[in-house]
């Protein structure tokens, strides 16, 4: 049917270089390195960390809770933090006057263009070896997680804020499946430190 929407596949990078990806971006200082970093890491979409709130943020518990308002679904979608992740958000310097993580020097949201201009910076410099863009990150992740763990396809999907089939839907709704999410997110934080020629995490 005509009315019916391809899907769009956006340019990610493959999950075997992702490790090198990542080297180089924490080498970046500036907002933006910090926002995708952050993305990459928490598998969700750029709007949500762009929009993201310290009031969103539990350290102690190592979680994000990130608004319907904020999220593709409209539905609360809580995010485990792995230990990489804590460690970025308490090394951020808090601007006055904002509750964002990571404000532009105007103290608003970054655009997107922010972030894809980084990346777009890194590919012309030759230190991305791909086209990319941000949003490719969730495939990167999927692909990974699909291909180099064991987790049910319910823990990954949910991971990715998506909603899972109906079988798992009651569970879902009443755990969200956190503590096995926050297991995988462990892992996928732990194999983004690895230099991409190390597959021996995997």
Same mark, same amino acid.
């Given at each position: 049917?005509?009315?019916?929407?391809?899907?769009?596949? &956006?340019?990610?990078?493959?999950?075997?270089?992702?490790?090198?990806?990542?080297?180089?971006? @924490?080498?970046?200082?500036?907002? =933006?390195?910090?926002?995708?970093?952050?993305?990459?890491?928490?598998?969700?979409?750029?709007?949500?960390?762009?929009?993201?709130?310290?009031?969103?943020?539990?350290?102690?518990?190592?979680?994000? =809770?990130?608004?319907?308002?904020?999220?593709?679904?409209?539905?609360?979608?809580?995010?485990?933090?792995?230990?990489?992740?804590?460690?970025?958000?308490?090394?951020?310097? +808090? $601007?006055?006057?904002?509750?964002?993580?990571?404000?532009?020097?105007?103290?608003?949201?970054?655009?997107?263009?922010?972030?894809? &201009?980084? $990346?777009?910076? $890194?590919?012309? +410099? %030759?230190?991305?070896?791909?086209?990319?863009?941000?949003? %490719?990150? +969730?495939?990167?992740?999927?692909?990974?997680?699909?291909?180099?763990?064991?987790?049910?396809?319910?823990? @990954?999907?949910?991971?990715?804020?998506?909603?899972?089939?109906?079988?798992?839907?009651?569970?879902?709704?009443?755990?969200?499946?956190?503590?096995?999410? +926050?297991?995988? $997110?462990?892992?996928?934080?732990?194999?983004?430190?690895?230099?991409?020629?190390?597959?021996?995490?995997?």
């Amino acid at each position: 049917p005509r009315g019916l929407k391809k899907t769009k596949h &956006q340019p990610a990078v493959p999950y075997t270089s992702v490790g090198d990806f990542m080297a180089k971006l @924490r080498s970046k200082n500036s907002t =933006s390195a910090r926002a995708l970093e952050f993305l990459v890491m928490t598998a969700v979409r750029s709007g949500s960390v762009r929009m993201a709130t310290w009031d969103e943020i539990d350290l102690n518990k190592k979680l994000w =809770s990130i608004p319907a308002e904020h999220t593709k679904a409209k539905r609360e979608h809580k995010v485990p933090l792995p230990q990489q992740a804590v460690s970025l958000l308490t090394a951020l310097p +808090r $601007m006055a006057g904002t509750a964002l993580l990571f404000p532009n020097p105007k103290g608003t949201a970054l655009s997107d263009m922010a972030i894809s &201009q980084l $990346m777009r910076g $890194m590919r012309e +410099r %030759g230190e991305l070896a791909m086209e990319a863009v941000p949003h %490719g990150f +969730r495939s990167t992740f999927r692909d990974w997680a699909a291909e180099q763990t064991s987790y049910p396809d319910e823990i @990954r999907k949910a991971a990715s804020g998506h909603a899972v089939g109906d079988a798992v839907k009651e569970a879902y709704q009443r755990t969200d499946l956190l503590e096995k999410r +926050r297991h995988l $997110m462990d892992e996928w934080t732990d194999y983004l430190d690895l230099p991409s020629g190390d597959r021996s995490a995997s």
